[in-house]
């Protein structure tokens, strides 16, 4: 629920100046490692090659960014490796997946009501909360 709370405070963050700040990355790291521990030490639900694979789907994101001269945002690849984190490899890579989806349908509305180009950028944060919100909806 923290995670989901902090999601959703970036993502209002990144809708209104489409940055993120390093403290709220920290933020969601530090409380998404705190959620990894009890999950593999408490409730031995996880595995650490779970958890090591949803980081890798966030250092990807990150690479691709370096790869791309930021047009996939630096800051969403450090979302994506905290997301990664908590939710684990399987987790992650469906949240990324449903906010890919959603981030594809937005932007063919602003190309067809011509409100941008192919060059307008637009947050992918908040898409990632709607992707996390799905997953603990239909997941758990």
């Not at 001269?69 to 949240?95: H, M, N, P, S, W």
């Amino acid at each position: 629920m923290v995670i989901g709370l902090l999601l959703l405070a970036a993502g209002i963050k990144d809708l209104k100046s489409k940055t993120i700040s390093r403290k709220m990355i920290w933020t969601l790291a530090i409380a998404s490692l705190t959620g990894a521990l009890i999950k593999i030490v408490i409730r031995h639900q996880f595995e650490l090659w779970e958890i090591t694979g949803g980081v890798l789907i966030g250092l990807c994101s990150i690479g691709l960014s370096m790869i791309s001269k930021e047009q996939i945002g630096r800051g969403d690849g450090f979302v994506i490796t905290a997301l990664g984190l908590a939710l684990g490899f399987t987790r992650c890579l469906y949240v990324v997946c449903i906010a890919s989806i959603i981030m594809t349908v937005v932007s063919v509305f602003i190309l067809v009501l011509r409100k941008g180009n192919r060059t307008t950028r637009v947050p992918f944060i908040p898409a990632l909360f709607a992707g996390y919100m799905v997953c603990i909806m239909t997941i758990g």
